[in-house]
């Protein structure tokens, strides 16, 4: 994989001391998600210890350390939209691209993630894709949202 | 300091400013159970279990974290305080399994101590236990995370106290657990096995593959390291007559609670089945088990005979860096006054002495200046050919916490990208070989950017004019265009160094293979001179000796050329002093090399040679050369603690006993006499060294009657000043560094504090000399390397480490 982008972020972060979510927030908009292999690069620039990289990772979940597909599904499980059935959304999308939370469609199209409030109660039950908001989502909607994207 | 009174339980109890309640408590002698508390590490109030009282509010407080406030009132015991810990630990049970019948912790797991002060027994909480798989695949750490209780103490060790980093916590709630990166196993981490991790888990989740289910430890004896000439303490913890773990001796050592994976995993070579356990005399080509009684009556006709037919320089002895200064000043003493011949040298053949020589010729004295200790507390750091992470693992941990834990600045010479430069400011990554130019480009930065110590250079060194006049050459740019570093960066070196409060140098092996060891060191004591750091504490030059008793070997006169305590034999008065005490008239003429005591044998002069404790097939350049000069000999004795390369050629091998089985002395790196102690019988018919060299010495007609090694140091005290107040007596308390002339004498932690042997230090220009032919650069890999890998071979974790990390090292 082309790492060569990685070395310009970390140059801009060399030896600076608290800087390790920002660069890891940097690469992953680089390449869409984390790869592995930037995890010893990151340490040596940043003289933090390659564990410590990947604890960070692991810790937030917002980084990913898998490739994501190019539309990102977040479903909301919050309080609102769980009584309002979006695991009935959920159950939908699982079953129509055959994956289940936290994986990726073997075209990489797209990743399906669980979410605990995107802040649209009103609109419950929510769901978004990339920066697009679905509102009052039923399951039989589902087809066809996803249809949009090519 | 301010004092601070708090009412613990009712008394009141005065503790100073910046005292957790837990540390007041431990002080006033009040229990308080904890689990993720050590008191090496940052407190961090993890486990909850050391949860106390304050009674004005009714709060509970972690009393590892929260520190002492006047007119506090704490109750460490109360009914809400007790109440509170068996919820903890109730909590903690109910994701932990019930398999402390098979568990290795056994009695000394805190979880199940605490568990039962608490009064636990039946746990109401539903059980939702973690599965993970136990980690088995490398040779040392078992890993069953099933069992951890993120106390996070592993984790700490690793980060705070050793600052290899190999493991962090990954994952969030539940989840979580102490990770490698990738949460690979340990062997395809950085994990450097020092087993720090498992020596502080306080449950079952980490635990020694070595020494797993070998029962409860009987008997713990103190001594010290047998590899790397760091001089670690440690404990051999015995079973049946067996050395069936190691622990670190932390009070009065060099390492605290760490070792390396050497120290703490190294030690099963002592029982392996391997070992020689009976005198072996060659007969017909064949090797056939003999008594000692023949084989040291075959020994001492064939040396009489070499003697009388040939002369005493026709004998030749090689002492050993592994073995105890007693056994090797014994050895010399027997060549010496028994044999009559100088012909002594000891194993290191071409690593340590240029080096040394030309802090001779500087200071006065070639020997490394300061304390290890004081490495931690130094502001820069100039490390320079030494892969110090890999060939001493303790110093290189001292050096990662000056630059961690004090904000050293650490610069690092070496042509390879070595572990310890993630933590550098800079690498000069200089060309193989142009190590001296290097050093003449710093110090012509520090003296024409004016940054020397005049007042030092003034009234303790001589020859600085013709340095100043020598150097105006070397400039960064002309420097940069030898070595490949870049100007600017010797002059940021140059001036740093120059500037520091305190400033070490630390020279290893690798800045002496090319030859021009001797010019290095020179270049080194000249920039410390200039600058004035030398002589006080924290600053100095480090040469880190590579073998456990290296140091030692030369103390006690295991060279040609020199008595015991660097006493030259062309002295008369030195010479006087060791005749008297022998009673014997000692040869005057410099004996021969161990090099020239192969050429010699190849030649038919040398016909007799007797080998204490070295592999010298392995450990001598040229291999085949060696075994040709080795089979031209008449008669040659192998004495060692297996059969190896160079035992194969001997006439007679006696089995020796290893550091565990004897008692004796070992000097470390920096001049630090530390006692090793018997922990075990000696494997079959082994004997220690001293004890064989004795017999056979009285056999030939020169009695030596030692009861102890304790006696033989008291000759070498009685002969040698710089040891002249050792005695076992003193080193009970812990090592002492010499020089230490006299029984009141408390050692010396760094050397010249009260100026130079020869009254100045030396500044002596040195030329950088272009290599001829090529220089070779011949990476260390020394951390599993050892010697010539006599103990590691014979290791079962350590050999198969060395396997999985070539493989690493030629995947990458």
Redesign the interface.
Known sequence: MDLSSLDKILSEYKNKKGALVTVLQKVQSEFGWVP?ET??PI??AL?????????VL??YSQFY?KPRGRYCIQVCLGTACYVKRSEDNLRKIKDELNIEVCETTEDMKFSLDAVRCLGACGLAPVLSINHDIYGSVKPKLIKEILNKYE | MDEIAITLNGATVNGSAGMTILELAQKSGIYIPTLCHDPHLKPVGACRVCLVEDEKTGFLLASCVTPISSGMKINTASEKVLEARRTVVELLLAGHPDSCIICDKGNHCQLRKIASELGIGHIEFDRIRRFYQIETTNPFIERDLSKCIMCGKCVRGC?EIEE?????????GFRAKP?????LPLEQ??CEFCGLCVFLCPVGALTDKLSKYTGEVKESIRTVCPYCGVGCSMYLNVRDKEVISVSPAEERSVNGISLCVKGRYGYDFINSSERLQTPLIKKNGVFTESTWEEALRIIADRLKSIKENYGSPALGGLGSYRCTNEDNYLLQKFFRAALGSNNIDNSDMVTMLPFLSGLEASFGMGVTTNSIEEIENTDVILAIGSDITESHPIIGQKVKRAVKVNDALLFVVNPADIKII??ADIHLKNQVGTETALINGLINVVIHEGFYNREFVNTRTEGFDKLKDHIVKYSPEYVEGITGVLAEDIRRVARSYACAERASIIAGQGSIQNGDGKEIAIGLANLALLTGNIGKEGCGIFYTVPHNNLQGAYDMGVMPDYLPGYQRLNDPNSKEKFEREWGIKVPGATGLTAKEMLHAAKEGKIRGIYVVGNNIVLSYPDKNYTIEALKSLDFLVVQDIFMNETAELADVVLPAASFAEKDGTFTNTDRRIQRIRKAIDPLGKAKADWEILAELSTMIGYPMKYESPGHIMEEIARLVTLYGGISYDRLEEGGLQWPCPHKEHPGTEFLFKDGFEKRHGKLIPIDYITPAGSSTFIPEVMLLNSGTGTMVRMSHGLSSIVHISNEIKVGK
Do not use: M
Request: glycine letters at 6%; hydrophobic letters at 40%.
């Open positions: 592995p995890i010893e340490s040596k003289k933090v210890f390659n564990s410590e990289v990947y604890g692991t810790f350390l | 980060q290899i980093g190999a493991i962090d916590y990954a994952h969030r990770a490698t990166a990738l949460d981490s950085n993630r933590v």
